[in-house]
């Protein structure tokens, strides 16, 4: 299986920030690596498929960048909905896996 | 708009099979794969497997000897039985959308609101 690595495993910031986490693979995956949100009590919500596209009716602020073993979610611009968990995914092949998740505090 | 939609009992005993089914409802559930996910309380999600509309299925291997997922297109929905269940296997259990045919780029992109299921006698 490929493991997925989220870092940190959780932060604190204040809206406005840019905010930055990281995902690193196990092993190559080139750009199949997906990027999910979390709120307590619902299901994750697609943000990035492929590395770097932007899920449809997901804002501007989240951006996706990275290929290979190491990619990074940014949110430019934190606003207080985005207080949440993040995960990362592999696609590249099955089982399909999940990083730890990256849980965003506010500060 | 794309809605799933899981059932089954919330309340499972040790030993017994853990029984659940989506429901697909806004979109055809032709042409594309369909996942299990679960999320034990407090923990990350752990794939379980996904089935093509057409049946061929995959799973993942810590879990292949005790699940079975199936589907039935003519009701639009799928389902999961899991098998001799512990309380490790306590979790909310989701279903999802997986990417379509011939789409390279496998996410999951629309999810049911999850059911908690608790293994305890």
């Known amino acids: 299986d490929i493991q997925m690595t989220q870092s940190p495993s959780s932060l604190s910031a204040s809206s406005g920030n840019r905010v930055t986490i990281t995902c690193r693979a196990s092993?190559?995956?080139?750009?199949?690596l997906n990027w999910y949100q979390q709120k307590p009590g619902k299901a994750p919500k697609l943000l990035i498929y492929?590395?770097?596209s932007l899920q449809s009716g997901v804002p501007s602020r989240f951006s996706g960048s990275g290929s290979g073993t190491d990619f990074t979610l940014t949110i430019s611009g934190l606003q207080p909905e985005d207080f949440a968990t993040y995960y990362c995914?592999?696609?590249?092949?099955?089982?399909?896996?999940f990083g730890g998740g990256t849980k965003v505090e506010i500060k | 708009q794309v809605q799933l939609q899981e059932s089954g009992p919330g309340l499972v005993k040790p030993s017994d099979t853990l029984s659940l089914t989506c429901t697909v409802s806004?979109?055809?559930?032709?042409?594309?794969?369909w996942s299990w996910i679960r999320q034990p309380p407090g923990k990350g999600l752990e794939w379980i497997g996904h089935?093509?509309?057409?049946?061929?299925?995959n799973y993942n291997p810590s879990l292949k000897s005790r699940v079975t997922i199936s589907v039935d297109t003519s009701k639009s929905q799928f389902s999961l039985k899991l098998s001799s269940v512990t309380a490790a296997d306590t979790a909310v259990y989701y279903c999802?959308?997986?990417?379509?045919?011939?789409?390279?780029?496998?996410?999951?992109?629309?999810w049911g609101q999850g059911t908690l299921v608790t293994v305890s006698s």
């Open positions: 089935i093509f509309y057409s049946g061929s299925t």
């Open positions: 492929a590395a770097s």
């Open positions: 806004g979109d055809s559930i032709s042409s594309y794969y």
């Open positions: 995914q592999q696609s590249y092949n099955t089982p399909r896996t």
């Open positions: 999802a959308r997986g990417e379509f045919t011939n789409d390279v780029w496998a996410r999951f992109d629309y």
């Open positions: 092993q190559t995956i080139s750009s199949y």
